[in-house]
């Protein structure tokens, strides 16, 4: 029996494998290029784990598993997406710059953003960056998200001409108050955060997905009252999710923005997990946002959009088994541990599929990540499906060859060759030491649940530890079978530092998707696209109309502000395909604005589909034809077509 189980083990492994890896990496190429730090940066001292409470000592290394982030988006105003946001863990810093690709006229000396003068401790840690505008004067804002206290919003002012630290303001996304210059809001523990236009409003709005539940993780000092989770496959006694409302924005030098928080937004037996991931999209064609939550040890969430404007609310939907299916594969129902999600159309049917990381590692927690198929016909029977609290999807990882990596993170899909197929990207890895470690693990695995909760019943994690330390990003491309194989050996791209996040970009205009890896507890990286046959490509920056009377082009305005929440299908005589502008979402990378295709040896004409809402919140859908390349479109009542700077 054992040696049949071996050999069914290999088989499935060997199907991952699939033939064909040397011959499908020689289309792709990218160079490493040397990211510009912050004067005197490399003088800081480097750390490689956090000081964390007592009670945690003994698994500090596993507390200090997370915290890298990174993104690429337009932080200059100049119409390209060639700025970076960096959460660097070695030195607890959030980190602005400019892509090594970047033109002259968007460079500027790379800085830190700072909380100060809002209150800080040394019991706090950055996790993550997310730009956007967050009221809606087309300058770009920060959205920075932490271990030990509420996100901040660092807003741009409207008199800075060039980003440094003193070009923006920040304010606390959380109404907070202090009279002696201490922190005394909630001690969120922040691992995921989502933007959106939840309610139809036109508006951005925020989802933040917490991993511990409020508490001192991070102070030496602090009470006891920190916890782990009390399952390995349905724990629920986490921070969970807060759904933030966009309420008001004002600009100047003194911009603001202000949140409500919409504490029902979701069910609560939904809102209480380890969260690690969250994005979402429009699944129904209705206009707003469908949610997936990838939790750390228990069910993952897809979230039925049912908001109105001005009122955020989410039901849930679940797969439906069958005989031969397995629990774990019921969306909604698994047990495996959730650490990041992407959607994306990856078989060109105008259908949004899913794709989700998980602990995969051979001999180690086996599990599977998950490939959720869309199985509705269009969106109308995927809109009567949710409605009913059905969520169409199959779980088809292995089928596709991308079942098993090893311990996932940060997943990321993109055409990096313009020929229609999306890749997959996925950040991996978890500490990294000299002593394997896993026999603890599984050991662990096979605890009782009640015990779980106290990390003193946790095996030791700590300096010097190995958990999946040697594990590199994976890079799935699509092998001439339709299968994919991960080619990032043969890349030069895999370097054996645990990686958490992923952003992508078009960096020069040019149609090339490049892309940027943050490590843990390691430097980033960032990797141009020098593929050598990509194909055309249709690229559109999509904005709404500047809501303060700003002038575009003038200091860090944008054309517009980003149109949140709008979906485009683009069809050419090799099919449909869909995508929108994701607003910021997954672990702790994220994706710049633009929408792209990838039209292969298409030249003609394509038709393109929008749909968006106003900054009235109505909703407008407009069919056009447009040739391939770049094009800036402002989304009013209609489309036109604008000049970017």
């Known amino acids: 029996m054992v040696l049949v189980a071996a050999s069914l083990f290999f088989a499935a492994r060997a199907s991952v494998a699939a033939p064909g890896g040397d011959e499908v990496a020689k289309q792709y190429a990218f160079k490493e290029m040397p990211i510009a730090m912050p004067p005197g940066y490399d003088q800081k001292p480097m750390n490689t784990v956090r000081v964390v409470n007592p009670a945690y000592q003994k698994i500090r290394s596993w507390i200090s598993s997370v915290g890298a982030s990174i993104a690429i988006n337009d932080v200059t105003g100049h119409g390209l997406a060639d700025g970076m946001c960096i959460v660097d863990t070695r030195t607890n810093s959030v980190i602005v710059t400019y892509t090594p690709t970047a033109r002259p006229a968007d460079k500027f000396t790379p800085f830190l953003l700072d909380g100060a003068p809002l209150p800080m401790d040394d019991a706090m840690a950055p996790t993550g960056c997310t730009p956007g505008d967050f009221n809606g004067d087309g300058r770009t804002d920060f959205l920075v998200t932490y271990w030990g206290r509420t996100p901040i919003l660092f807003m741009a002012k409207s008199d800075a001409t060039t980003p440094s630290a003193n070009a923006y303001v920040p304010r606390e996304l959380v109404a907070s108050e202090s009279i002696d210059g201490k922190y005394?809001?909630?001690?969120?523990?922040?691992?995921?955060?989502?933007?959106?236009?939840?309610?139809?409003?036109?508006?951005?709005?925020?989802?933040?997905?917490?991993?511990?539940?409020?508490?001192?993780?991070?102070?030496?000092?602090g009470l006891k009252n920190v916890v782990m989770n009390d399952s390995l496959s349905s724990a629920k006694n986490a921070g969970g999710d807060h759904v933030l409302r966009w309420y008001q924005g004002t600009s100047g030098t003194e911009p603001t923005a202000s949140y409500v928080e919409e504490k029902d937004a979701i069910p609560y037996d939904a809102s209480t997990g380890w969260t690690l991931a969250i994005s979402g999209a429009d699944l129904t064609g209705e206009g707003l946002p469908d949610l997936y939550i990838a939790n750390d040890f228990g069910h993952a969430h897809l979230l039925y959009n049912r908001s109105t404007p001005g009122k955020i609310r989410f039901t849930e939907a679940k797969g439906e088994r069958t005989p031969t299916t397995p629990k774990s594969f019921i969306l909604g129902n698994g047990s495996f541990k959730g650490m990041g999600v992407d959607f994306g159309d990856l078989r060109r049917t105008g259908k949004y599929d899913m794709m989700v990381s998980n602990i995969t590692v051979a001999w180690g927690l086996e599990e599977s990540n998950f490939l959720w198929i869309n199985q509705a016909k269009d969106e109308d029977e995927m809109r009567r499906k949710l409605d009913a609290g059905i969520a169409p999807f199959t779980q088809q990882a292995q089928e596709h060859g991308v079942a098993w990596t090893g311990w996932g993170w940060d997943t990321k899909m993109g055409d990096f060759l313009n020929n229609g197929d999306l890749s997959i990207l996925q950040a991996d890895g978890f500490v990294k030491g000299n002593i394997d470690r896993w026999p603890w693990l599984q050991e662990m695995a096979m605890t009782n649940d009640d015990l779980l909760s106290n990390p003193a019943m946790w095996p030791n994690v700590q300096p010097g530890d190995d958990i999946a330390g040697d594990e590199a990003i994976a890079f799935y491309a699509k092998s001439p079978s339709g299968k994919y194989v991960n080619i990032s050996d043969q890349l030069g791209i895999a370097v054996p530092t645990p990686t958490r996040a992923i952003a992508t970009g078009d960096t020069t205009g040019t149609g090339a998707l490049d892309f940027a890896v943050a490590r843990q507890w390691g430097p980033p990286a960032f990797y141009c696209n020098t593929s050598p046959n990509r194909g055309n490509y249709l690229n559109l920056n999509l904005f709404r109309p500047l809501a303060d009377g700003s002038t575009a082009h003038e200091g860090l305005v944008n054309t517009g502000v980003p149109a949140y929440g709008t979906t485009v299908k683009v069809t050419t005589p090799d099919g449909t395909q869909i995508s929108q502008l994701d607003g910021g979402g997954g672990h702790s990378g994220f994706r710049s604005f633009d929408v792209r295709f990838g039209l292969g040896s298409y030249h003609g004409p394509v038709t393109v589909n929008m749909r968006w809402r106003d900054a009235s919140g109505a909703q407008h859908e407009k069919t056009q034809q447009l040739n391939a390349g770049n094009h800036s479109l402002m989304l009013t009542s209609d489309v036109q077509e604008v000049s970017s700077r």
């Open 184 to 221: 005394h809001g909630p001690r969120w523990n922040t691992d995921a955060a989502y933007v959106g236009d939840l309610d139809g409003t036109g508006h951005p709005s925020i989802v933040i997905g917490n991993y511990f539940p409020d508490s001192d993780v991070l102070d030496p000092n």
